[in-house]
């Protein structure tokens, strides 16, 4: 079976106040999981706007080949969703 090349990959953290997001990101097919679950089932649902801001801002064509799962521990609800938004805008300035 031929290759199809390299698989690019990326890991990106995150930080706001004592939350932690750890992203493992790499070219494949547009999916976006935070803690196994899509961007859409996240909680609690009045935050899932701040959630969808940089994907809206950028674009979702710049999202579409990217698959990012985002496993983020500690801090409140307020601070864990600022410490994704943040490895939304620094993986797309990575270019991946």
Sequence with gaps: MPSKGPLQSVQVCGHKKTATAMAHCKQVNGLIKVNGRRLEMMEPRTLQCKLREPVMLLGKERFAGVDIRVRVKGG???????AIRFIFIINNCQGT
Excluded: D, E, L, R
Aim: charged share 0%.
């Design 76 to 82: 409140g609800h307020v601070a864990q969703i600022y």
